[in-house]
Nanobody
Framework: QVQLVESGGGLVQAGGSLRLSCAAS????????MGWFRQAPGKEREFVAA????????GYADSVKGRFTISRDNAKNTVYLQMNSLKPEDTAVYYC?????????????????WGQGTQVTVSS
């Protein structure tokens, strides 16, 4: 099992930036995929970005391409989500998740381990 702890959320004005962190512990196999998802009130959880611990090109949702960047620090077992040019519609609880499989996926059902989430609020 993988334990995931997110941090870095907060309140920011539109156009601003935030960096989320996800610290992983436990069985952090290098074949895993790490993903970021978000859920706004009354909406389903949606994919944001994903990356392999082992490297390779990450994947992004169309809604965040060019604005968000996912990265990892293997030495620290930490995954980051740099969010720039934030919009009010980016407001949500952001979750980090681990997929026990080396292939990227945007489906939350394919991720077995989840963090507790961190709130991101973007004011207009």
């Amino acid at each position: 099992q993988v334990q995931l702890v997110e941090s870095g959320g907060g309140l920011v004005q539109a156009g601003g930036s935030l960096r989320l962190s996800c610290a992983a512990s436990g069985r952090t196999f290098r074949s895993y995929v790490m993903g970021w998802f978000r859920q706004a009130p009354g909406k389903e959880r949606e994919f944001v970005a994903a990356i392999r611990w082992s490297g390779g090109s990450p994947g992004y949702a169309d809604s965040v391409k060019g604005r968000f960047t996912i990265s990892r620090d293997n030495a620290k077992n930490t995954v980051y989500l740099q969010m720039n040019s934030l919009k009010p519609e980016d407001t949500a609880v952001y979750y980090c998740a681990a997929r026990r499989n080396p292939y990227l996926s945007g489906s939350p059902n394919e991720y077995a381990d989840w963090g507790q989430g961190t709130q991101v609020t973007v004011s207009s």
